[in-house]
């Protein structure tokens, strides 16, 4: 955590200390988990999530990016369209933190320097990293608890679509799965090791957990045209 945190600030450092052309701004919307407690719907927002977001320009076709995320990811067993989901009736809550950064792919050519409103649909993936609690549901009483803190890597993927308006402002509306390298995120796959045999694995315990935001990326841009030649 500690390598991934001071890659992030060398390269937000990096985007502030060239003369190329940034973008900085926030993002919120909705986000939905897909796991072993709840609905299984791909995209089905029941919790806002809400970040900040940097990029740097670095060509007519791709950007540099960076984010910060936070959300609430929860799932209910009653909202589940699987019968046996309906009638174990587990529930869970978690918060989660993620530190995102990769590479963002413009389809058509991006310049936020011509004078127009310019758009263009887009892609981004990259590596993740995320804090959230680990977990466990306790199958006597059906109760969700939080024992430790805990991280995973996660990998983005992401699409969307942009446009520039005015002199200084672009929006950006995006859906991106994350696939996580965790199981544990809904309890249903502890990883403290526990000696107490009420506590069980339940689920798919080979299929690691996902969720979904989908949201509307609002950005301030700055800094002088910048020289793609040699990039």
């Given at each position: 955590?500690?390598?991934?945190?001071s890659v992030?600030?060398?390269?937000?450092t990096?985007?502030?200390a060239?003369?190329?052309?940034?973008?900085i701004?926030?993002m919120?919307?909705?986000?939905?988990?897909?796991?072993?407690?709840?609905?299984?719907?791909?995209?089905?927002?029941?919790?806002?999530?809400?970040?900040?977001?940097?990029?740097?320009?670095?060509s007519?076709?791709?950007?540099?990016?960076?984010?910060?995320?936070?959300?609430?990811l929860k799932?209910?067993d009653?909202?589940?369209?699987?019968?046996?989901?309906?009638e174990?009736?587990?529930t869970?809550?978690?918060?989660?933190?993620?530190f995102a950064?990769?590479l963002e792919?413009?389809?058509?050519?991006?310049?936020?320097?011509?004078g127009?409103?310019?758009s263009t649909?887009?892609l981004?993936?990259?590596?993740?990293?995320v804090l959230?609690?680990?977990?466990?549901?306790?199958?006597t009483?059906?109760?969700?608890?939080?024992?430790?803190?805990?991280?995973?890597?996660?990998?983005?993927?992401?699409?969307?679509?942009?446009?520039?308006f005015g002199?200084?402002?672009?929006?950006?509306?995006?859906?991106?799965a994350?696939?996580?390298?965790?199981?544990?995120?809904?309890?249903?796959?502890p990883?403290?090791?526990l000696?107490?045999?009420?506590y069980l694995?339940?689920?798919?315990?080979d299929?690691?957990?996902?969720?979904?935001?989908?949201?509307?990326?609002?950005?301030?841009?700055?800094?002088?045209?910048?020289?793609?030649?040699?990039?």
């Amino acid at each position: 955590m500690k390598y991934f945190t001071s890659v992030l600030l060398i390269v937000i450092t990096s985007f502030l200390a060239h003369s190329q052309t940034y973008e900085i701004g926030a993002m919120v919307g909705g986000t939905n988990f897909i796991g072993d407690v709840g609905n299984t719907t791909y995209i089905a927002p029941n919790s806002v999530g809400a970040g900040a977001i940097i990029k740097w320009n670095r060509s007519l076709r791709h950007a540099f990016r960076a984010s910060i995320l936070f959300s609430n990811l929860k799932g209910d067993d009653a909202k589940s369209h699987e019968s046996r989901r309906n009638e174990r009736g587990y529930t869970f809550e978690n918060n989660i933190t993620e530190f995102a950064l990769g590479l963002e792919y413009n389809f058509w050519e991006y310049d936020i320097h011509s004078g127009k409103n310019v758009s263009t649909p887009y892609l981004f993936t990259g590596l993740s990293y995320v804090l959230y609690s680990a977990s466990l549901i306790r199958p006597t009483d059906k109760v969700f608890v939080n024992y430790d803190k805990a991280g995973a890597v996660a990998i983005p993927m992401i699409i969307g679509y942009k446009f520039k308006f005015g002199v200084n402002f672009a929006v950006a509306i995006e859906m991106g799965a994350r696939y996580t390298f965790t199981d544990d995120i809904d309890g249903s796959d502890p990883v403290k090791d526990l000696a107490d045999s009420e506590y069980l694995k339940f689920g798919n315990v080979d299929n690691n957990d996902w969720y979904i935001f989908t949201g509307v990326n609002l950005s301030y841009t700055f800094g002088r045209k910048p020289c793609y030649c040699n990039f």
